[in-house]
């Protein structure tokens, strides 16, 4: 459906362009070219990050540091004069929504995916959430088709002994 939009509006460029020019009306031919172009910026909406001309400016919000989380190591510290731990007593079934955000197909999941993975109700997949984000072990972006959830940095570290306890239980 998208494609069509972009073919109309190169077709109205090229269409009414052509036509008024014809007609010897160039004012018109001009504001043709700009309604089509804008009309086709605008079906690239989703691609475009920062639109400048003919007087308007537009910037796309991005979350950029959600987007790249997972990459990006963690600060280094100068000062060490002290030593901050944090611990985190997870259930099983936190346990499962955690190594569902941290499949790896993907980066982000969308609930539904992490339901089918879990195999948990709806009520307690958003309480595990809810504290993942809360406790900063995970992050959340609007995606395409809904909310998206990831692992944080520290979230990866959680699945790091989450894993290590289920492979040496009783420690």
């Excluded at 020019?21 to 909406?45: D, H, T, W």
């Excluded at 002290?82 to 985190?88: E, G, H």
């Excluded at 790896?104 to 309480?127: H, M, N, V």
């Amino acid at each position: 459906m998208l494609s069509f939009y972009r073919f109309l509006a190169f077709a109205f460029i090229l269409g009414g362009s052509g036509y008024f020019g014809y007609l010897g009306r160039p004012a018109e031919m001009g504001l043709a070219i700009v309604a089509g172009s804008i009309a086709l910026a605008f079906s690239y909406i989703d691609k475009i990050q920062r639109f400048k001309g003919a007087g308007f400016e537009a910037e796309m919000r991005q979350q950029l540091e959600t987007i790249v989380a997972k990459e990006t190591e963690p600060p280094r510290q100068a000062d060490r004069s002290f030593l901050q731990v944090r611990a985190y007593g997870t259930d099983p079934e936190t346990d499962k929504v955690i190594k569902a955000l941290a499949s790896d197909k993907y980066a982000w999941r969308y609930f539904s995916g992490i339901a089918e993975d879990t195999q948990l109700p709806r009520e307690r997949i958003q309480k595990a959430l809810d504290w993942l984000v809360e406790n900063e072990l995970a992050t959340t972006a609007n995606g395409k088709h809904g909310s998206l959830w990831g692992l944080s940095a520290e979230g990866r570290s959680l699945l790091a002994a989450v894993i290590a306890a289920e492979k040496n239980p009783g420690t």
